[in-house]
């Protein structure tokens, strides 16, 4: 299973950008998905989570109301839609998938399959 994280970049706080995370190889739709962020110096941190169907989300709360975690499983892609940006959510964005059983865990231990990751710049 490959991850490829894309759709980062620059931004003035209060735009949007909306990341993408595509799977592809041996890929399954029985497995949650998950967003976690590292800024510089800083540990990699749970942002959203997303159920294997679509039906459960999860967000940490620095940016519930303002992300939204979404799949389409017939495109093997899953979406995190950033609105209202703000400095503070500048880091590299990494998605990743769960161990089979596990959904919505904030233990990066719990992931197995990682993107690259994208880099998020949010300009005052």
């Known amino acids: 299973v490959q991850l490829q994280a894309f759709g980062g970049g620059l931004v003035q706080a209060g735009g949007s950008l909306r990341l993408s995370c595509a799977a592809s190889?041996?890929?399954?739709?029985?497995?949650?998905m998950v967003w976690f962020r590292q800024a510089p110096g800083k540990d990699r941190e749970f942002v959203a989570a997303?159920?294997?169907?679509?039906?459960?989300?999860s967000y940490t709360d620095s940016v519930r109301g303002r992300f939204t975690i979404s799949r389409d499983n017939a495109k093997n892609t899953v979406y995190l839609q950033m609105n209202s940006l703000k400095p503070e959510d500048t880091a590299v964005y990494y998605c990743?998938?769960?161990?089979?059983?596990?959904?919505?865990?904030?233990?990066?231990?719990?992931?197995?399959?990682w993107g690259q990751g994208t880099e998020v710049t949010v300009s005052s």
């Open positions: 990743a998938r769960s161990l089979r059983g596990i959904w919505g865990s904030t233990r990066p231990d719990m992931y197995d399959y």
């Open positions: 190889g041996r890929t399954s739709s029985d497995y949650g």
């Open positions: 997303v159920s294997w169907n679509g039906g459960s989300t």
